[in-house]
């Protein structure tokens, strides 16, 4: 089993300590520091970490880049707006408020391991952010997409599975699952997974042609 070095930053020295304590008995993580700032974290050369696991008040105050893929924010609000600032300020994934510790854990090991860790709720907000900067000045890069394929592409964002995807738009599950096929073809991405990371890091990447109104701006 590959350990995890994992560094903790919070503003309460209760609070880093007591989740550096709840985090130190997984088998897989290890905790090589503890921060009240993002700057301290990344400068920290005693025992680099994998993942900075980073309170989201904290990464707001210190808004310090880092190196890719390694930044974790967790207490996020279930806000749309929220979310979004995790997206800009280079975290590769966030996770909400009312998290349980197995779900912060597991986030952990995705980061790790180079995934976006995105519960459905996150997939959504994103998508949203995405569909309100439809605009003048953001001209459509996805032109092949068919209306049919943008409403799969957008219950597919939005977390649902193929079945539920079905039921909702009263097609049998293969077609479903084929017209996903297609999407992922033209957007060339090869998983949910992949889409989730493309929309994170490339907001501005796919635009829609369908006739619908795009959902408003995040609240």
Same mark, same amino acid.
């Given at each position: 089993?590959?350990? %995890? /070095?994992? /560094?903790?930053? *919070?503003?309460?020295?209760? $609070? ?14 290890? $905790?090589?520091? =503890? ?15 994998? =993942?900075?696991? &980073?309170?989201? +008040? +904290?990464? !707001? ?11 974790? =924010?967790?207490n996020v609000a279930d ?6 600032? &995790? %997206? ?5 994934? &966030? $996770?909400?408020?009312? +998290? ?17 860790? &995105?519960?459905?709720? $996150? ?5 949203? @952010? ?9 001209? =459509?890069?996805?032109?092949?997409? !068919? ?9 597919? /964002? ?10 909702r738009l009263g097609l ?6 084929? *017209? ?27 635009? @829609? ?11």
């Open positions: 089993m590959q350990t %995890v /070095a994992v /560094a903790i930053v *919070h503003g309460s020295p209760p $609070v880093r300590e007591g989740l550096a304590e709840l985090l130190g008995r997984q088998p897989d993580l290890r $905790v090589v520091g =503890v921060h009240a700032s993002l700057t301290d974290a990344w400068e920290s050369e005693t025992d680099p970490a994998g =993942v900075v696991l &980073c309170d989201l +008040a +904290a990464a !707001t105050a210190d808004p310090q880049p880092g190196p890719a893929g390694r930044l974790l =924010v967790f806000e749309d707006r929220t979310i979004i600032d &995790c %997206v800009q300020l280079g975290a590769s994934g &966030c $996770v909400l408020q009312d +998290a349980e510790l197995d779900e912060l854990v597991a986030s952990i090991r995705a980061v790790a391991a180079g995934v976006a860790p &995105c519960s459905s709720r $996150v997939v959504s907000s994103l998508f949203r @952010y995405v569909a309100s900067r439809r605009d003048e000045e953001h001209p =459509v890069l996805a032109p092949s997409l !068919t209306g049919r394929e943008e409403e799969v592409l957008r219950l597919v /964002a939005a977390g649902l599975s193929n079945r539920r995807i079905a039921d049998r599950p293969q077609t479903v699952k084929n *017209h996903v096929r297609r999407v992922f073809e033209k957007l060339d991405v090869h998983s949910r997974l992949e889409l989730i990371g493309t929309l994170r890091d490339r907001p501005d990447r796919y635009r @829609y042609r369908g006739d619908s109104p795009a959902p408003g701006p995040p609240s």
